[in-house]
Antibody
Framework: QVQLVESGGGVVHPGGSLRLSCTTS????????MHWLRQAPGKGLEWVAF????????YYTESVKGRFTISRDNSKNTMYLQMNTLRVEDTAVYYC???????????WGRGTLVTVSS | QSVLTQPPSVSAAPGQKVTISCSGS????????VSWYRQLPGTAPKLLIY???KRPSGIPDRFSGSKSGTSATLGITGLQTGDEADYYC???????????FGGGTKLTVL
C-alpha cells in the first residue's frame, strides 16, 4: 500500500529553522512530482511547494519564497522541506502529497505539526 | 481570502443530493483541471475527483464533478451521515504559478 510519512515537526521560536522529511514506500517515487501542503489550525488547505520528479523544477507559494526549500533524494525515496526564518504564521500541520499529474494529489501523508511560538 | 470561492457551508438530509460550487477565473479553473478533496475531522484530505470529473479507484459514483467556464461543481447523492466533512476544490493558477484552493465547504447531513 502506498505510504507517505512526514516527520520533523515540532516547536520552534520565530526566526528558527526546521527540516521536514517525507518518507515514502510502495510506489516508484522517482517518477512522480511531490508536494508539501499545510493547514493552519482551524483553517483551510494551503499549497506550499512542489518538486518535479527529477528536481528539474520547483515551485513555491509566495509567502515562503526565499525561506523554504523543497528537495528530494530519489535514492532514498524521500522528500524534504527545509524551513528557515520561521514565522508565527507558518504554524500548521504540514502534509506531503504525491501528484500523478495535472496538479492534483492522490495520496497524502498524515501530517506533522509545526508550531512557531515564542 | 482564498483564490477560489466556495460556500462556507451546505446542508441536506440523509438520502438527498447536495452540490458544492467552486468559482474562479480564467487563470485557474478556466484553463486548468479541477480536483476535489474531502477532509474528515482530524484526518488528512482524501482525493474525490480529479481532472474535473474523474473518480479515483474506490470512490463511489455517488460523487461527481463537473466544470463549466470558470466554475466547478461537486455533487454528492444519497447523502450519508458519514459524508459530514469539509470539502475543498483545487486547481493550478497559471498567473500565480501556484496551486490554489477554495476556502472549504462544511457539509452537514441533517
Amino acid at each position: 500500500q502506498v505510504q507517505l510519512v512526514e516527520s520533523g515537526g515540532g516547536v520552534v521560536h520565530p526566526g528558527g529553522s526546521l527540516r521536514l522529511s517525507c518518507t515514502t514506500s510502495e510506489f516508484t517515487f522517482s517518477i512522480y512530482g511531490m508536494h508539501w501542503l499545510r493547514q493552519a489550525p482551524g483553517k483551510g488547505l494551503e499549497w506550499v511547494a512542489f518538486v518535479r520528479y527529477d528536481s528539474s523544477a520547483k515551485y513555491y507559494t509566495e509567502s515562503v519564497k526565499g525561506r523554504f526549500t523543497i528537495s528530494r533524494d530519489n535514492s532514498k525515496n524521500t522528500m524534504y522541506l527545509q524551513m528557515n526564518t520561521l514565522r508565527v504564521e507558518d504554524t500548521a500541520v504540514y502534509y506531503c502529497a504525491k501528484s500523478p499529474s495535472n496538479w492534483y494529489f492522490d495520496v497524502w501523508g498524515r501530517g506533522t505539526l509545526v508550531t512557531v511560538s515564542s | 481570502q482564498s483564490v477560489l470561492t466556495q460556500p462556507p457551508s451546505v446542508s441536506a438530509a440523509p438520502g438527498q443530493k447536495v452540490t458544492i460550487s467552486c468559482s474562479g477565473s480564467s487563470s485557474n479553473i478556466g484553463n486548468n483541471y479541477v480536483s476535489w478533496y474531502r477532509q474528515l475531522p482530524g484526518t488528512a484530505p482524501k482525493l474525490l475527483i480529479y481532472d474535473n470529473d474523474k473518480r479515483p479507484s474506490g470512490i463511489p459514483d455517488r460523487f461527481s464533478g463537473s466544470k463549466s467556464g470558470t466554475s466547478a461543481t461537486l455533487g454528492i447523492t444519497g447523502l450519508q451521515t458519514g459524508d459530514e466533512a469539509d470539502y475543498y476544490c483545487g486547481t493550478w493558477d497559471s498567473s500565480l504559478t501556484a496551486v490554489v484552493f477554495g476556502g472549504g465547504t462544511k457539509l452537514t447531513v441533517l
